[in-house]
């Protein structure tokens, strides 16, 4: 992406959406809509503006855009995300060729959630973010699914309507933060050291149940114990080992709450062969006993 100077207008509009002045009653407020429909009426043209109280998330998913971000010119070719803050001044140009879409969320829909998470989505929206896709096909095809199911709600509401809407694009807000998050978190401990983490913590989801030690994680991965362990605990906190063990423990408390089996055989299922010992190494963990857990 390229960055340039523009000259700022000097008369921003502020709409709700681009050309129009009012929004919808409803407080809890998402709209979405292609890139396209709104942007051929315009001639691929969309002027500076700026939308009161309301944020929005450019995804481009074919083609190409000039965008102008608070005075600056971004050049960006598809597969990016684009956030803006409802104070950003914001304009853009796209190639005929662009689609892709809008989706655009009421500050409530943002910042009003429970148990103090409010600023969950903050780190989207401090400053404008171009978030390049390309390197992301998975996450990718799960933004394309939220955002088409969200399309088709928009366009027929039923029962519901409106918490299927905030769900919605609050689990499409929330897979951008984790992308971002990710990236700030590589870019600061070394990119190298992040992708080792990543492929530790991806053979733990493959053999949690087999319950490997960490030397053969450590043996898979071309590494010493010594450095896997003092990888895992420069970046999560934890030891290998302690990784190793919370998911076992978690995959633990799903199947003692969602399934009706004995704790013996939940047990079996986890790789113990003794259910005796299976019970106090879940107390030891999570200071209950199995039992206990399963009662509440």
Not at 59 to 79: H, K, T
Not at 146 to 168: F, K, R
Not at 256 to 265: G, K, R, V
């Amino acid at each position: 992406m390229n960055r340039k100077l523009a000259p700022a207008s000097p008369d921003v509009p502020q709409f709700a959406l681009y050309g129009e002045q009012e929004k919808g009653g409803n407080a809890e407020f998402v709209h979405i809509e292609l890139i396209e429909t709104r942007s051929r009426v315009h001639h691929w043209h969309i002027d500076n503006h700026t939308h009161s109280g309301l944020f929005q998330v450019l995804f481009l998913l074919g083609g190409e855009v000039r965008a102008s971000i608070n005075g600056a010119l971004w050049e960006c070719d598809a597969p990016t995300v684009i956030t803006i803050h409802p104070s950003v001044v914001h304009g853009f140009d796209f190639s005929a060729e662009a689609h892709g879409y809008v989706l655009t969320v009421d500050q409530n829909v943002v910042f009003a959630l429970a148990e103090n998470h409010g600023d969950l989505y903050s780190s989207l929206f401090v400053e404008p973010l171009a978030i390049d896709l390309g390197s992301v096909p998975e996450l990718r095809a799960r933004l394309e699914s939220l955002l088409e199911n969200l399309l088709t709600e928009a366009a027929w509401p039923q029962y519901g309507h409106t918490l299927m809407l905030e769900w919605l694009a609050r689990s499409a807000l929330l897979l951008l933060v984790r992308l971002h998050a990710e990236r700030r978190f590589a870019d600061q401990s070394g990119r190298s050291e992040f992708e080792l983490f990543s492929r530790f913590r991806a053979e733990v989801e493959r053999h949690y149940k087999e319950q490997w030690q960490v030397g053969q994680y450590a043996e898979t991965l071309r590494v010493t114990p010594t450095r896997l362990n003092r990888l895992c605990l420069k970046l999560s906190g934890k030891s290998a080992f302690d990784i190793t063990q919370d998911r076992l423990m978690l995959e633990a408390c799903r199947k003692l709450t969602y399934l009706p089996a004995s704790i013996a055989s939940v047990a079996y299922e986890l790789g113990f062969q003794d259910p005796a010992y299976f019970s106090r190494l879940f107390k030891k963990r999570m200071g209950r006993t199995p039992k206990q857990f399963r009662a509440g």
